[in-house]
């Protein structure tokens, strides 16, 4: 409440200015309520995290009403889901990045090739992960990610890390669809 209600007179005066009577509990601790010590503060309309239902006294006439509508309750669904997308082959490429020197130590036959296509990819992902605003930049996430299980011929880590970012890959596509639709 932002104001004084007709049954407590009282409620716009700080607490402060007059203190409950010595021995008292006073009411707000009583019912559990928050400690009023500060001067409460209109933050306007509070985002709860759930979705948007279209019901007919929320629905904004300009972004419609039911399924049509904004269905995933962020603000901006689309700068969401390029940030996932984005943040998802940045910590592919730092791992990718770190991944060089086990790579490195435990060698092979095709140490120094398997090096060479992990710092490939390692851009590759960063650029990707620039280009997001752009259409085609998902399909070529999905390539990056088949690329980095074909370097699993060169060092069987590479499978490993591949498996791993395909099915995060995956999950972020999961994401994209349910939140763009």
Same mark, same amino acid.
């Given at each position: 409440m932002t104001g004084p209600t007709p049954d407590r007179p009282d409620a716009d005066r700080h607490p402060a200015d007059h203190p409950e009577p010595a021995g008292s509990t006073g009411r707000a601790a009583s019912a559990g309520a928050p400690d009023r010590t500060t001067p409460a &503060?209109?933050?306007?309309?509070?985002?709860?995290?759930? +979705?948007?239902?279209?019901? $007919?006294?929320?629905?904004?006439?300009?972004? =419609?009403?039911?399924?049509? @509508? +904004?269905?995933? @309750?962020? +603000?901006?669904?689309? !700068?969401? *889901?390029? =940030?996932?997308g984005a943040g998802t082959?940045?910590?592919? !490429?730092? *791992?990718?990045?770190? $991944?060089? &020197?086990?790579? +490195?130590?435990? =060698?092979?036959?095709? @140490? =120094? $090739?398997?090096?060479?296509?992990? *710092?490939a990819l390692a851009v590759a992902a960063v650029l990707l992960a620039g280009l997001m605003r752009r259409p085609w930049a998902w399909t070529a996430g999905t390539v990056l990610q088949g690329l980095l299980l074909l370097a699993g011929l060169l060092h069987w880590s590479l499978f490993g890390l591949g498996v791993i970012f395909a099915l995060v890959w995956a999950y972020a596509l999961h994401v994209r669809r349910v939140i763009l639709g």
């Open positions: &503060q209109d933050t306007g309309p509070r985002d709860t995290g759930l +979705r948007d239902t279209g019901s $007919a006294q929320d629905a904004d006439p300009a972004e =419609g009403s039911g399924p049509a @509508g +904004r269905r995933s @309750g962020l +603000r901006n669904p689309e !700068a969401a *889901v390029r =940030g996932l082959l940045g910590l592919e !490429a730092l *791992v990718l990045l770190l $991944a060089i &020197q086990p790579i +490195r130590l435990v =060698g092979g036959h095709f @140490g =120094g $090739a398997a090096i060479a296509a992990t *710092v």
